[in-house]
T-cell receptor, first 109, second 117 residues
Framework: GENVEQHPSTLSVQEGDSAVIKCTYS??????FPWYKQELGKRPQLIID?????GEKKDQRIAVTLNKTAKHFSLHITETQPEDSAVYFC????????FGAGTTVTVRA | GAVVSQHPSWVICKSGTSVKIECRSL??????MFWYRQFPKQSLMLMAT?????????EQGVEKDKFLINHASLTLSTLTVTSAHPEDSSFYIC?????????????FGDGTRLSIL
């Protein structure tokens, strides 16, 4: 099965700075890589996703890059704001989603 | 669009009780739904894949007789925790996708916080 590793486990950034979270996956058959944001006690919310035929995707302050050869993908958040503070999960899909362990992002005002 | 509703949001009950959790896709049909369990400060652990009209597929280590899944229609899946004990206390979340096949976005319900006394 798929194994997804996520780093770092915690990330503290100053408001306005960028945050980068990296994930690696093991199954070369995976072709879909979503990122979820989860606030305390709430549902995971899909914030961006990328498919294996695309190397980069951007949505306002959020971008995701994918390197299929190296089997890693990253989430980039620019101009961070306090409301970006949450737990972020990467996932890889080979039909079922396999989640990373999560990154707790804290944006300091 | 792609709204998933989960009910109840919070359950507190005595040990030995069975608890049913409902997951509904409100504005789309879902052939497949997924049930996850999440412990505090941990990731989502897939418990089972719920397939409409057929038996659920359980992940390794998940007791199918303990966690009964029924997917009777294209918009409703239920998870029943039978004879619940304190160790079953957790956050249970379902998800569903409006598409079919691989690589479809999954949308999550609000989750059910289950506390067994």
């Amino acid at each position: 099965g798929e194994n997804v590793e996520q780093h770092p486990s915690t990330l503290s950034v100053q408001e306005g700075d960028s945050a980068v979270i990296k994930c690696t996956y093991s199954d070369s058959a995976s072709n879909y890589f979503p990122w979820y944001k989860q606030e305390l006690g709430k549902r995971p919310q899909l914030i961006i996703d990328i498919r294996s035929n695309v190397g980069e995707k951007k949505d306002q302050r959020i971008a995701v890059t994918l390197n299929k050869t190296a089997k890693h993908f990253s989430l980039h958040i620019t101009e961070t704001q306090p409301e970006d503070s949450a737990v972020y999960f990467c996932a890889a899909n080979d039909y079922k989603l396999s989640f990373g362990a999560g990154t707790t992002v804290t944006v300091r005002a | 669009g792609a709204v998933v509703s989960q009910h109840p949001s919070w359950v507190i009950c005595k040990s030995g009780t069975s608890v049913k959790i409902e997951c509904r896709s409100l504005d789309f049909q879902a052939t497949t739904m997924f049930w996850y369990r999440q412990f505090p400060k941990q990731s989502l652990m897939l418990m089972a894949t719920s397939n409409e009209g057929s038996k659920a597929t359980y992940e390794q280590g998940v007791e199918k007789d303990k966690f009964l899944i029924n997917h009777a229609s294209l918009t409703l899946s239920t998870l029943t925790v039978t004879s619940a004990h304190p160790e079953d206390s957790s956050f249970y979340i379902c998800s569903a996708s409006p598409g079919t096949g691989e690589g479809q976005p999954q949308h999550f319900g609000d989750g059910t916080r289950l506390s067994i006394l």
